[in-house]
């Protein structure tokens, strides 16, 4: 589920076997956050702003993570390798050069560099940077007509792709930044584009985030952490109960017992598991989207 290449697909994508499920990821996220709100009605502008919402937190910010957090852009960046340098290149030295003269071996580096840059450079990152120079004032351009709220956090989110491309070169692993942009972020999107962020609305954004973490590091093959798979689900059923919710905590809760059921398989089929309780955690989020 980790994004590590150009082609892989965000991480919820891959649970459904790389096949687009349209109620997965950011865009779920921002839905339940607009439903959150409580302010979410079927009149036009409503609709347009939803709309807006739903393209910006999945489409804008999620290209943006794959052309820029998704690349290993400090590789390309760090010129030609050994064996690049060895493949032929066309030699720039003037034909009265001496043979290992300094003069010689700096036409011969010169040549592998303009080599290097037409061949590998220019071809992986042309396109990519072109992109992004579009796809980034959209995105701005999208938050700003959405509202000053989705300016504030569409900017963190930016953050968070630059976070993530940072430590891509400490060679850390980019759940915990994956996880927070789509899932975290994209809930709060969500709802402030409808209303002022609430703290009931943050903290089940917070627990999502978490339970998505948590799947994120499971899909890749890490090891169960069955205190986020669970515990942020139960504080998510605390919540509601506190609340005065309770068969809205009733039901996430009747949504968890399955999920529970069924790890005793998770050591030896994590990608199994995954497949067969993304919808609990779906319709867990919408049911406690629609209580508060």
């Keep these: 589920m980790e994004t590590e290449g150009r082609t892989k697909r965000p991480a919820f994508w891959l649970l459904s076997d790389n096949k687009p499920f349209a109620l997965l990821g950011p865009a779920w996220a921002a839905l339940c956050g607009a439903v959150a709100s409580g302010n979410l009605t079927f009149d036009g502008k409503n609709l347009l702003s939803l709309f807006l919402t739903l393209f910006l937190a999945d ?27 060895e493949v032929h290149s066309p030699s720039l030295a003037p034909p009265y050069t001496a043979p290992g003269s300094p003069s010689e071996k700096m036409f011969n580096w010169l ?7 037409r061949t590998t ?11 992004i120079v579009v796809i980034l004032p959209l995105t701005m351009a999208l938050a700003i007509v959405i509202g000053w709220r989705s300016v504030v956090l569409t ?23 994956k996880a927070v942009l789509e899932i975290g972020l994209s809930w709060l ?9 609430d703290l009931v609305s943050f903290l089940l954004a917070s627990f999502y985030t978490g339970a ?15 205190f986020l798979l669970n515990g942020s689900q139960a504080l998510v059923i ?29 050591r030896k089929e994590g990608l199994w598991y995954l497949h067969r309780t993304r919808m609990f955690l779906i319709a867990s989020m919408a049911i406690a989207a629609l209580a508060i």
Aim: hydrophobic fraction near 55%; aromatic fraction near 10%.
């Design 59 to 85: 489409q804008a910010l999620g290209a943006l993570w794959e052309l820029i957090a998704g690349r290993d852009w400090f590789a390309l960046l760090k010129g030609p390798s050994i064996q690049e340098e």
């Design 189 to 197: 999107i969500g709802h402030t584009a409808f209303c002022s962020l």
């Design 155 to 177: 900017s963190a989110g930016l953050a968070l792709i630059a976070l993530a491309l940072l430590l891509r070169r400490r060679g850390s692993t980019l759940y915990w930044p």
């Design 238 to 266: 605390s919540l509601l109960v506190l609340l005065n919710r309770p068969i809205p905590a009733g039901i996430v809760g009747m949504l968890l017992l399955p999920q529970m059921m069924l790890q005793p398989f998770l």
């Design 111 to 117: 040549g592998r560099e303009i080599a290097w840059w």
């Design 212 to 226: 998505y973490y948590a799947r994120l590091v499971l899909a890749s093959g890490g090891l169960p952490n069955l």
């Design 121 to 131: 450079l220019k071809l992986q990152m042309g396109s990519t940077l072109l992109s």
